[in-house]
């Protein structure tokens, strides 16, 4: 018997899996989805430059709130709290950590990448390679724990991408325009409420602990919302990822003067 098919508690099977389906190709996409992200991310990040459209507005997403000194004029809506540090501590670094935290240590995201990046298992009743399982009781996967309080760093996030959205409505007289931008920022925003208000935490929180609906019907009639959301969490993690990545470029194309932002209104 290969080592991933033995162990006390498993049955006496040679194979390291009977499936004869293409049980490996969730796992690839897994992969290379998470992969082309990161690696979007890390060079935007440190990019620096073509995060900010004055003239409509527009901030990208993987630089709001921009909290440096080294904000382009105009982009700083909340202030400037941090020094320029340089080209190896750029804007997005005070925030990133924050968004990322929340991601990487949710239940989906934790599925996700045990599967694709550390096989552990890659697929139901497909043995995995590891010889021992500890869980998620040591360091550092016992950081997964603080979820909860990536949570709560995760809502004023999005209420400031959720006003960037609102200021995005600017037209070029100074009054009320919409842009495909506009569109672009006021999609992303929706999709990144829904997968964060869809967390497991957010579920348990509005009505998790709850003994008694009946003498809670607010909170049930909340809890109940948030569980319909809850069971779309997996679409939503996928579409909220893709969407922020997509209305990142399309405020860089604009930018950089790659792209006209092409106006509905005003």
């Known amino acids: 018997m290969t080592a991933p098919t033995q162990g006390p508690g498993r049955a006496r099977i040679h194979a390291r899996t009977l499936r004869t389906d293409r049980w490996w190709l969730p796992p690839l996409l897994t992969f290379l989805g998470l992969s082309a992200f990161v690696i979007y991310g890390v060079i935007r990040a440190f990019m620096n430059q073509w995060y900010w459209v004055g003239e409509y507005q527009y901030l990208a997403p993987f630089y709001s709130p921009c909290l440096s000194e080294a904000c ?3 982009s700083s809506h909340w202030g400037r709290w941090f020094p320029d540090l340089g080209f190896l501590v750029t804007p997005p670094l005070f925030v990133l950590p924050f968004v990322l935290g929340f991601r990487l240590t949710c239940y989906y995201y934790r599925k996700a990448y045990y599967r694709a990046f550390w096989l552990s298992p890659p697929a139901c009743a497909v043995a995995e390679p590891h010889r ?8 550092p996967l016992i950081l997964q724990n603080a979820h909860r309080y990536f949570f709560y760093a995760a809502i004023p996030i999005a209420a400031v991408l959720t006003y960037d959205v609102v200021i995005a409505f600017h037209g070029r007289d100074g009054g009320f325009g919409i842009g495909l931008g506009t569109l672009v920022l006021l999609a992303n925003v929706v999709l990144i409420w829904a997968y964060t208000l869809s967390c497991h935490s957010c579920r348990h929180i509005v009505g998790g602990r709850l003994t008694h609906f009946s003498r809670h019907p607010v909170r049930y009639w909340m809890w109940t919302r948030i569980s319909w959301l809850n069971a779309r969490h997996m679409p939503l993690a996928w579409l909220s990822l893709f969407s922020v990545a997509l209305a990142d470029l399309y405020v860089m194309l604009v930018a950089s003067g790659a792209l006209a932002d092409p ?4």
């Open 132 to 139: 021992r399982y500890t869980g998620e009781r040591r360091f």
């Open 263 to 266: 106006r509905l209104f005003n």
């Open 72 to 74: 382009v004029p105009g």
